[in-house]
């Protein structure tokens, strides 16, 4: 053999054994900036670093409603990734994407890989199953609201951790009253004061079980409870008992910085706000309106779960079957939790991390797992499933700004909220089917 056609075999038999051992690529569209996109770096490396099949690649693509609209434009350009994070409020929006997705109970099963949906805590899953209790996607990054405190504020005016909304006006006037700028702020408003507020006091946010039960669902969270509960808080802005800090996350600064001594928002925020605050803090349960309830039902989740995407190849799913089973698993996933805030998936993650002692070294970090576990959860407070409520939100959000500039009452926000909210309904309701 000529030494031309020796290296050109040589060369040939390189390239089969490298296409032979080639790993099989898993694209990861997700939302998490910051410390949090290193940590799901992390877990997409280390999954990688546990065998040499597949290779998950983790790709950022900005915040939660930008990475779901990337995926429906990829879809449709048959360009996707096999998986996408989409936050709670897009579970409708991808549910009727008829043909795009896989859904997460089946891909295990078609994969071969063990799959237990009793091991996942209730109020997580039940928020993206279908009326027969088939999961849809991956909990991944699960929240809920709670009460953030500035304990060295509170001990410091000589106030008491709120339990109900009286004890949070009344604590924030001491804090205002001894020098503080703000009482208490709140952010993402929709989610903590409507969605949140609703299931907390059991009231339902809309018709057909907030959407559970029929996509011909319509608003009726412009209440007078809740309109009485909103109006008290605008009567707060008057010295500075309240101040809003904007949509999403704006409002963080104002609690760690000192402004504020009170700050509602998700338990996610944990690994922030111990890099940033400079005092001793702690979290508490969201407070009881009285005036409409006697006792708390539960919380509901917010956050995001990951999606697989259909129209991949078997060996794709296969590596992406694998991914989620060691992304669910107890270790993974207690680290998550303790890193961040958000809420351990699976009893088996909640209780390691109770062995491994963090709450005990770190108190109030498991008040978001109590509150959403507190009663099982009621059509009212199971969750929500509206469709085009990204859009809605942005709608109670402009509502709601109305109200803290003074431009509107309480009922005129809601009810234009609600009247704008039903029209998006009907939208969505048309193209779906």
């Not at 799901?40 to 930008?66: C, H, L, M, R």
């Not at 279908?130 to 996607?137: A, H, I």
């Not at 709608?395 to 039903?422: F, H, P, Q, S, Y």
Request: charged share 20%.
């Amino acid at each position: 053999m000529s030494i031309k056609s020796l290296l050109c075999t040589s060369a040939m038999l390189a390239t089969t054994v490298s296409m032979a051992y080639a790993e099989t690529e898993v694209q990861w569209w997700h939302a998490m900036g910051g410390a949090n996109g290193e940590r799901v770096n992390k877990i997409a490396e280390d999954f990688n670093a546990t065998q040499s099949d597949y290779k998950v690649v983790p790709v950022y693509k900005g915040n939660y409603t930008e990475t779901m609209t990337a995926a429906i434009a990829a879809f449709r350009a048959k360009e996707h990734p096999q998986i996408v994070q989409v936050f709670e409020v897009g579970t409708a929006t991808m549910m009727a994407a008829k043909g795009a997705i896989y859904p997460v109970e089946q891909l295990m099963k078609d994969a071969g890989e063990p799959f237990d949906g009793d091991a996942f805590l209730p109020a997580v899953v039940s928020y993206y199953e279908t009326p027969e209790g088939e999961l849809l996607s991956m909990p991944f990054n699960s929240s809920t609201p709670v009460m953030w405190y500035n304990k060295d504020a509170l001990d410091a005016a000589g106030a008491a951790v709120p339990e109900t909304w009286d004890d949070v006006k009344v604590a924030a006037q001491k804090l205002v009253d001894n020098g503080m700028e703000c009482g208490v702020s709140f952010g993402w408003q929709s989610w903590v004061m409507i969605e949140n507020f609703s299931a907390w006091h059991n009231m339902e946010m809309g018709s057909k079980e907030n959407g559970f039960a029929g996509f011909d669902t319509e608003f009726n969270f412009n209440n007078p409870a809740v309109a009485a509960r909103l109006d008290d808080i605008a009567s707060m802005t008057e010295g500075n008992l309240f101040k809003y800090g904007g949509r999403r996350g704006d409002s963080l600064p104002m609690f760690t910085n000192g402004e504020c001594g009170m700050w509602m928002n998700s338990s996610a925020y944990y690994g922030s706000i111990k890099d940033q605050a400079g005092f001793e803090f702690g979290q508490t349960m969201l407070p009881l309106d009285t005036a409409v309830a006697d006792a708390p039902q539960n919380s509901v989740i917010g956050g995001a779960t990951l999606w697989v995407l259909a129209g991949h190849e078997d060996e794709e799913y296969k590596g992406t079957a694998q991914f989620l089973s060691y992304l669910s698993s107890p270790e993974v996933q207690a680290w998550w939790h303790q890193e961040t805030g958000y809420v351990p998936i699976t009893t088996a993650a909640y209780e390691l991390s109770k062995e491994q002692g963090f709450y005990d070294a770190n108190p109030g970090t498991d008040i978001a797992i109590k509150q959403l576990s507190l009663n099982t959860p009621t059509p009212n407070s199971r969750g929500l499933r509206f469709g085009n409520f990204v859009q809605v939100r942005d709608v109670i959000n402009e509502e709601l700004e109305a109200l803290w500039a003074g431009d509107k009452t309480a009922t005129e926000a809601l009810d234009a909220a609600a009247e704008r909210g039903n029209t998006l309904l009907r939208k969505f309701e048309r193209s779906v089917k």
